[in-house]
Nanobody, 120 residues
Framework: VQLQASGGGLVQAGGSLRLSCAAS????????MAWYRQAPGKQRELVAGITKGGFTNYADPVKGRFTISRDVAKMMLYLQMNSLEPEDTAVYYCNADVKPEWGKFYEIHWGQGTLVTVSS
């Protein structure tokens, strides 16, 4: 099972970016998915999560600015980030609760991270 995150980059404050995360490998099912971020010198924190049924939750700092979505059939996860602020600068990681084809249980998998830098 692999999660490949992409879409990060350098953007000015007030700008937008769209992150993508592609799941691949011997996957039977994906349950919840989420985006986390880790800023320099800080702990990794939850940004937004989405269930298989489409229910979403957001961290307070990003509410109203970020939108999480997924394509269940394509095993894709997205994060639309608008009105970006310098405080959003971090490495963004995707996360998924995955049941492998030959496994009995769901397992948490992480992507490799994509860097988002917001300049003031």
């Amino acid at each position: 099972v692999q999660l490949q995150a992409s879409g990060g980059g350098l953007v000015q404050a007030g700008g937008s970016l769209r992150l993508s995360c592609a799941a691949s490998g011997s996957i039977f099912d994906i349950n919840d998915m989420a985006w986390y971020r880790q800023a320099p010198g800080k702990q990794r924190e939850l940004v937004a999560g989405i269930t298989k049924g489409g229910f979403t939750n957001y961290a307070d700092p990003v509410k109203g600015r970020f939108t999480i979505s997924r394509d269940v059939a394509k095993m894709m996860l997205y994060l639309q980030m608008n009105s970006l602020e310098p405080e959003d600068t971090a490495v963004y990681y995707c996360n998924a609760d995955v049941k492998p084809e030959w496994g009995k249980f769901y397992e948490i998998h992480w992507g490799q991270g994509t860097l988002v830098t917001v300049s003031s």
